[in-house]
């Protein structure tokens, strides 16, 4: 009989505010990943238990916050769960750099099976400063980390997440800087969040987690995506899941504006263009990388041509976007 690997709990960063909770996590099989692997085989091996997880369906699972408070939800068929709550005066739990500390627990784990740290799972909720002055969304794919999303047949999205470790990845030039300085702001002590919101699957999180912690990115909420169930398609009506993760996040900040960050290479343009046109007090600017594809820039800037309410610019190196930033009055 097969010996079955260690239960765990991989807690998303989140993000909330003082008096709402906002949690996100999935309940899967511990697969001992190493993130630092060399070798095809390793490598191609780690992917294949990054995507085949063994998640744990309906499990009981307890929230601890601070020393008195408890909650609890269930994860869904896939071993995920969100939980919303609205509860008073969070801001006793706030540390200094914006995040409330949490703890995930499996309620009743099995009696056979063996959970990784005690069965505590450390958890984190971001709320922004009230000294922020704007927030920042950011895709990663091609915006912050090269993947070869616009290469023919996709294959250098294949070889980058496949056959390479998240520890030798690097980062897009100019990228940890720049969201460094937006971060900070144009008085350097804003501590503007940023919320990085990929169309990359949840499977990839501690992947892209410690991409950004290892080039040293500005610490922020991950939003990724669930694979569709399979034959389901969405309808014409339908948005696409980052949009409605965009919205959310505009919603739960109204008073602040945003700076949307992408690509020009897939989705991001379109999106960006219909939420700036829905919200258009909410959106200072829209940053769009370009990639080395010209029919794909002048699709983009025929899009945009006739919007001149908000700030565009496609970047092609980082000291344009610098300057524009610091024109605009985002960084100092």
Known sequence: MFKKDPLQIIAFQTYGTSNHLYLRGRAIEDESINLEDRGAFKLLFNAWKRFETDEIKCAKIKIKLGDDKYFYTKTDYKGYFLFEKNVENLNK???????????????????????????????????PSTNASFGVISDIDDTILHTGLTSVLKWRVLINTLLTSAGRRLPLDGAPEFYHLLHQ????????????????????????EYFLKKNKFPKGPIILRSFPRPFSSNTKEEKPQKYKEIVNILKTYPELRFILIGD????????YLEIATKYPKRIAAIYLRHVNDKR??????????????????????????????????FIK
Not at 109 to 127: C, D, G, H, Q
């Open 93 to 127: 739990y706030i540390n200094s750099e914006g995040w409330i500390n949490l703890e995930f627990s499996y309620e009743k784990p099995p009696l056979t099976r063996i959970i990784k740290s005690e069965n505590i799972f450390p958890a984190e909720m971001l709320v």
């Open 264 to 271: 020009i290479g897939e989705h991001d343009p379109k999106i």
């Open 296 to 329: 794909k820039k002048e699709y983009v800037i025929q899009l945009y041509k006739n919007f001149d309410n908000i700030p565009v610019l496609l970047i092609e190196t980082k000291q344009q976007a610098l300057s524009h930033a610091r024109n605009n009055g």
């Open 185 to 208: 702001g144009k008085t350097g002590q804003e501590a503007n969040p940023i919320f990085y919101v990929s169309h990359s699957p949840w499977n990839l999180y501690r992947y892209l």
